[in-house]
């Protein structure tokens, strides 16, 4: 990248001679000008470089000799004193690619000029080469820099290189001086340091810049520059800083503007604090602060169920609604039994105990909230201690909490980092996930990775290139379908019987539908039971048919289970059960399925449960409403009538 010391010339010079296979002139360099920071080191009194073949001594204190500038010792030649980076890369363009033998006129013909120090730097400067068609455009790589005094030209790939260094470095002092973590604690060093980073293009300082402006650590509070920073972070995508941006909405009492933001942080991840954002609204706007306890209900907060609870019974931000306070009352209950189990407790004493079985365990059960509420920074935390232990699926575990930003600021730079330290440990699961960062970014890197992953059998990998593929080269999606398919992978067969069916091979359709159904894979009995029903490569048996969706129904699929609740909600090939129907579809919103949450709300309402009815339906967002109107083309023109004046109408008002 750019010369440092004489060390640096010699191998350069030494490279240059030793491509050479004919003689040329000796005194190779007369006339050419370059300079060299030596770094103060001692000028050596005999220096010379052999080239065995031909015989040739070279002297540097022939042709040069050091010269004071700004304080540093250089080695310049007699004639004038030149960038050696630039003389580096015209000379390696001229020698680079040579294979027959040149005249010893080496240069003649060749047309290049220099910057000397003193002159003004032009709009264009070039070096060609017209045997090679090398041309070469310094301004494009080099950049101007006061040095000594004078102007000197530097590499721009090296100065940015050393601003995202000296950004990181500032970044992790200032972090470590404002919190005391590995430094002691310095609010007004660490403030110098995170402006450092900032203004070297470290996002992440400005979180951290706009909660010491916030808080006063280490300068006077300033609410305008704290604000000013915290913006600029939640334009990064920071949920944290669009959470402290709410709470200095509410202190100014600006309710709608702090709504605004705490509903960002929500949309971009932030899940765990409904109950903290609904309280804070209490008594100011009592509407809001519903709002947010139900979503924080919806999600399974059992302190938010019993404000809701609360809330539905006395009519506050609400009409009352007694019904609606007595159901969210016992799921309040219900919820405060969990996380009492001997399971849980034996796996968490283990975990203290130093058992990384049991910490990887312990961090699983507070990332899903398995037998324990949702804990995302208790998850990172033991996630964290298996890590020290060099545990490689805690790599990856650390990585998708950072690029989704769970218990952590999102950050994919930090994403990367842990992907890459599992991916050192051959981990296909990491390459993948590294890969689908990677996808909008770089696109053949990407496929690179999900390559790499599949050679290693990543059924994950095989099924991202086939998706790739398929647009683009079928034949190609096709080859790596079979390759997962011939792995037992039953996705993989799903997918690859329904290319034989468009390609009208129903025999070989029909084996690796079946095939992917032994594996018990609940789509495939799903789709077999379609076949079945609708007599489409199969017969008709409506038997079969229905025991292939109890089946798939058992194994967790929620198609299967709206399929199951149309048959008994329409009595078709069955004796029409409104309340078993609203049982399927109900099973299919604890799936998960939107579609299922809505037939739920209309058909309880439909039996005369107002109540339950609205409490399904108006937990259908906005965006999802939207995918109900494309799922609903093959029902009844009602549904969509149903879907317009309960659901949509609530919209837009």
């Not at 010893?104 to 000397?116: I, P, V």
């Not at 604090?273 to 209900?297: E, M, P, V």
């Not at 939207?626 to 009538?641: A, V």
Request: positive net charge; aromatic residues 10%; proline residues 2%.
């Amino acid at each position: 990248k750019s010369v440092k010391d004489a060390r640096a010339l010699k191998t350069m010079l030494s490279s240059l001679f030793r491509r050479r296979t004919k003689p040329h002139r000796t005194n190779l360099y007369k006339g050419q000008q370059f300079r060299m920071n030596l770094l103060h080191e001692p000028i050596p009194n005999r220096v010379s470089w052999v080239n065995p073949a031909l015989k040739v001594k070279f002297n540097p204190l022939s042709v040069f000799q050091t010269q004071e500038m700004g304080g540093s010792k250089i080695l310049v030649d007699k004639k004038s004193v030149k960038d050696a980076r630039a003389l580096k890369t015209m000379l390696s363009s001229l020698f680079r690619r040579r294979t027959k033998p040149h005249r010893t006129n080496l240069y003649k013909g060749q047309q290049f000029r220099m910057n000397l120090l003193h002159e003004p730097i032009p709009n264009r400067v070039s070096w060609v080469n017209p045997a090679l068609k090398v041309k070469f455009n310094p301004l494009s790589v080099f950049q101007t820099q006061e040095m000594g005094g004078s102007k000197i030209l530097v590499d721009k790939k090296s100065v940015k290189d050393a601003r995202v260094q000296q950004a990181e470095m500032a970044y992790n002092l200032g972090s470590s001086l404002l919190f005391g973590k590995g430094h002691e604690k310095d609010p007004k060093s660490a403030l110098v340091a995170l402006k450092t980073a900032y203004d070297n293009g470290k996002k992440e300082a400005a979180f951290l810049l706009g909660l010491a402006y916030q808080q006063g650590l280490g300068t006077e509070i300033n609410p305008e520059w704290a604000q000013y920073y915290l913006e600029k972070s939640a334009e990064n995508n920071n949920m944290e800083a669009m959470s402290q941006l709410g709470y200095m909405m509410l202190e100014e009492e600006n309710w709608e503007e702090a709504n605004v933001w705490f509903k960002n942080a929500y949309d971009n991840g932030k899940t765990d604090s409904c109950y903290l954002w609904g309280t804070l609204f209490d008594y100011r706007n009592d509407s809001i602060a519903f709002s947010w306890h139900q979503k924080g209900a919806l999600l399974g907060d059992k302190y938010c169920m019993k404000e809701l609870a609360y809330k539905y019974g006395r009519g506050i931000g609400v009409e009352k609604d007694d019904s609606r306070s007595q159901f969210w009352a016992q799921k309040s209950v219900a919820k405060s039994t969990i996380g009492q189990s001997r399971n849980f407790q034996t796996i968490s004493d283990g975990a203290k105990n130093g058992n990384l079985k049991d910490m990887y365990s312990l961090a699983l059960l507070y990332l899903n909230g398995e037998e324990v509420e949702v804990d995302y920074a208790r998850a990172r935390y033991w996630f964290l201690k298996c890590a020290e232990k060099g545990d490689v699926k805690s790599y990856r575990q650390l990585g998708t909490m950072h690029e989704n930003g769970l218990g952590t600021e999102r950050s994919k730079d930090k994403a990367k980092y842990w992907y890459k330290l599992a991916i050192v440990e051959k981990d296909s699961f990491s390459m993948v996930l590294l890969a689908d960062i990677y996808f909008h970014e770089k696109p053949e890197k990407a496929i690179e990775l999900y390559k790499k992953a599949s050679t290693e059998n990543n059924i994950d990998g095989i099924k991202r290139l086939y998706s790739i593929y398929m647009e683009t080269d079928p034949e190609q999606a096709k080859l790596w379908i079979e390759r997962g398919s011939n792995l037992g992978d039953s996705d993989s067969m799903l997918m690859l019987s329904g290319i034989h069916f468009k390609e009208n091979n129903s025999k070989s359709g029909k084996y690796w539908l079946e095939k992917s159904v032994e594996k018990g894979n609940k789509h495939a009995i799903n789709e077999l039971g379609n076949m079945y029903l609708n007599g489409k490569y199969y017969d008709i048996d409506v038997d079969k048919a229905i025991e292939c969706y109890q089946l798939a129904k058992d194994l967790g699929s929620e198609v299967a289970m709206v399929n199951l609740g149309d048959m008994y909600a329409n009595g078709e090939f069955v004796e029409g059960d409104l309340d078993t129907a609203i049982e399927y579809y109900t099973m299919a919103y604890n799936n998960k399925s939107i579609l299922g949450k809505f037939l739920a709300g209309i058909y309880h309402i439909k039996q005369g449960n107002e109540v339950i009815g609205k409490d399904f339906l108006d937990q259908i967002t906005i965006e999802e409403a939207t995918i109900l109107e494309s799922s609903l083309e093959n029902y009844e023109p009602q549904l969509k009538t149903d879907l317009n004046e309960k659901v949509l109408s609530r919209f837009c008002k």
